[in-house]
Nanobody
Framework: QVQLVESGGGLVQAGGSLRLSCAPSGRGFSIVAMGWFRQAPGKEREFVAAMKWSDISTYYADSVKGRFTISRNNAFNTVYLQMNSLKSEDTAVYYC???????????????????????WGRGTQVTVSS
């Protein structure tokens, strides 16, 4: 059983920074890509950032480009989301997602789509006060 555990959320003032972490656990799990999504109250879950493991290519939503950076720690298969210049509209629950090798989902869907991912974390709250 693969589990994703997010950490690093919290309350921050507008203009501040936070770094989210996500570490997968479980055996027999090889990563193709990992991503971050978020869901604000009353809104649908939306794509934030993703990284393809093979070539470390990255993808960002337009709303976070230049402010957020996705990165990874190879040794621990951990993915990070560095969030700078935070705005009140960044307030949401942030979810980590992973696409597994051998799964058709990431092959058939864009990494910016929910449907590309096989595993999801429970989410971590990020609240930006204005």
């Amino acid at each position: 059983q693969v589990q994703l555990v997010e950490s690093g959320g919290g309350l921050v003032q507008a203009g501040g920074s936070l770094r989210l972490s996500c570490a997968p656990s479980g055996r027999g799990f090889s990563i193709v890509a990992m991503g971050w999504f978020r869901q604000a109250p009353g809104k649908e879950r939306e794509f934030v950032a993703a990284m393809k493991w093979s070539d470390i290519s990255t993808y960002y939503a337009d709303s976070v480009k230049g402010r957020f950076t996705i990165s990874r720690n190879n040794a621990f298969n951990t993915v990070y989301l560095q969030m700078n210049s935070l705005k009140s509209e960044d307030t949401a629950v942030y979810y980590c997602a992973a696409a597994a090798r051998g799964s058709a989902k990431s092959a058939q869907n864009s990494l910016t789509a929910n449907s590309a991912y096989d595993y999801w974390g429970r989410g971590t709250q990020v609240t930006v006060s204005s």
